[in-house]
């Protein structure tokens, strides 16, 4: 079993996928969208094209051929509260190693929210 099916949430979009947070995921979203991992802590507030470019790259390591525009076509407007939330699970869970069935944080970050504060 690989990391990404570990650490990795199901979502179904053209097929079912698997969305990885990994360390180096997360080093591609601060440097493209040039915030740090806090800032996503209200993914609905996201410009559309920044939301776009996270999901492409939590999906990415399982498909090389994907694209910005090919993740794009995946979603429509009304599943973006069901994509910010699976964003939000996989980062969440990326945050976490497993010893045991025993969950243990890596680093305390605050929770993720879906809605704008």
């Given at each position: 079993?690989?990391?990404?099916?570990?650490?990795?949430v199901?979502?179904?979009?053209?097929?079912?996928?698997?969305?990885?947070?990994?360390?180096?995921?997360?080093?591609?979203?601060?440097?493209?969208?040039?915030?740090?991992?806090?800032?996503?802590?209200?993914?609905?507030?996201?410009?559309?094209?920044?939301?776009?470019?996270?999901?492409?790259?939590?999906?990415?390591?399982?498909?090389?051929?994907?694209?910005k525009?090919?993740?794009?076509?995946?979603?429509?407007?009304?599943?973006?509260?069901?994509?910010?939330?699976?964003?939000?699970?996989?980062?969440?869970?990326?945050?976490?190693?497993?010893?045991?069935?025993?969950?243990?944080?890596?680093?305390?970050?605050?929770?993720?929210?879906?809605?704008?504060?």
């Open positions: 079993m690989n990391l990404a099916e570990i650490y990795g199901k979502i179904k979009t053209d097929k079912v996928r698997t969305m990885w947070a990994n360390w180096d995921a997360m080093a591609q979203i601060e440097k493209e969208l040039n915030i740090s991992l806090f800032d996503l802590r209200n993914l609905m507030t996201l410009p559309m094209t920044d939301l776009r470019t996270v999901a492409f790259i939590l999906l990415k390591h399982e498909d090389r051929s994907l694209t525009q090919k993740v794009g076509k995946m979603f429509s407007v009304a599943e973006l509260p069901k994509l910010a939330q699976t964003i939000a699970q996989a980062v969440g869970k990326a945050s976490t190693i497993g010893d045991d069935d025993e969950e243990t944080p890596l680093v305390q970050q605050p929770a993720l929210s879906l809605v704008a504060t």
